[in-house]
């Protein structure tokens, strides 16, 4: 900010200096030179006297252009602690005439500068006004891409009854599941889930959720994972990052309760919280993997079946 005020008042008084030497080259000033005869001493006498009339027919305008260098230097002082912008407005009003472009909002109607403190309310007012803005944006944007998601879960919900009806290969018993059926990063084995997991995570979420019991609509759960990770990018300070990984390591802890896993509780708890915070897609991919093998296989811990009388949404 020191070094702006300082740019512009270098501005200034190299145009007024400028400006008077324009004033001084505008007269015939010559510089007398040595005599060389009676009739030359003549001649640079009547110079001289033509030069000391021009410069003080000059003196006058040097003292105006000082006058105003002094005042340029007062205002820049006077508007200490405030922006370049506004101190350009300042001496822009005041030896320019009226303003406009981006320092306009730094001058009342009659072409007056504002006051320090009316420009700290005009510059808070439109923050205020250009943050509303930004909200507005953001709660229309997370509205359409939500029904979006909820016309793209109509069509899921449409052929999952096939997907969950395909005979399961490999072993079925229930000991086989108190392991995940996959790895970690094993996602590349089913492209069906990890395409629908790396497009609408919040709908296999809410599938893997509602077919496991947790949840009595597979609506709701759709629609509170989705407006959580809504958080993640509407929240800079991380917050929602944290409150995603909260929730699906607790639906994690609960699905590896139900399914008797021998890994659960104690370390598994920071183990599924990292997950979800660096990994969520390949977390949410294993979780939807092992709960259809579970209903694929028939196993007891999933409460709901893929049948035309079990529709997401219903008890």
Request: proline letters at 4%; a neutral charge.
């Amino acid at each position: 900010m020191q070094l702006g005020r300082l740019a512009l008042a270098c501005v200034a008084l190299a145009a007024t200096a400028a400006h008077g030497a324009v004033v001084l080259r505008g007269s015939p000033v010559k510089t007398p030179t040595v005599a060389q005869g009676v009739s030359e001493a003549k001649t640079q006498g009547g110079e001289r006297q033509q030069s000391e009339v021009a410069s003080a027919q000059a003196k006058p305008a040097l003292e105006e252009h000082t006058g105003q260098i002094r005042k340029i230097l007062s205002h820049l002082q006077a508007a200490s602690g405030t922006g370049p912008r506004y101190v350009l407005a300042q001496l822009s009003s005041r030896f320019a005439g009226p303003v406009s472009g981006p320092v306009s909002s730094y001058i009342a109607a009659d072409q007056t500068p504002l006051t320090v403190e009316q420009v700290e309310q005009q510059e808070e007012k439109q923050e205020a006004q250009q943050k509303a803005m930004v909200e507005v944006v953001s709660l229309l944007t997370t509205l359409i891409y939500l029904g979006l998601v909820c016309l793209v879960a109509k069509y899921y919900i449409g052929q999952r009854e096939a997907a969950y009806s395909v005979p399961i290969e490999g072993e079925t018993d229930e000991d086989s599941f108190k392991e995940f059926r996959a790895g970690i990063c094993q996602w590349y084995q089913r492209p069906d889930i990890c395409l629908w997991v790396w497009c609408c995570p919040a709908i296999r979420w809410g599938d893997s959720m509602w077919t496991m019991g947790s949840f009595r609509s597979f609506w709701f759960a759709m629609v509170l994972f989705f407006g959580v990770s809504s958080l993640v990018g509407n929240t800079a300070d991380g917050m929602g990052v944290i409150v995603l990984a909260i929730l699906g390591a607790g639906y994690r802890q609960e699905l590896r309760e139900r399914f008797q896993m021998s890994r659960q509780g104690g370390s598994t708890y920071a183990e599924d919280f990292c997950l979800y915070c660096w990994c969520m897609c390949c977390a949410v991919a294993q979780e939807a993997r092992h709960v259809e093998e579970a209903v694929r296989s028939g196993h007891p811990a999933v409460a709901r079946k893929a049948s035309a009388a079990a529709v997401p949404g219903e008890a």
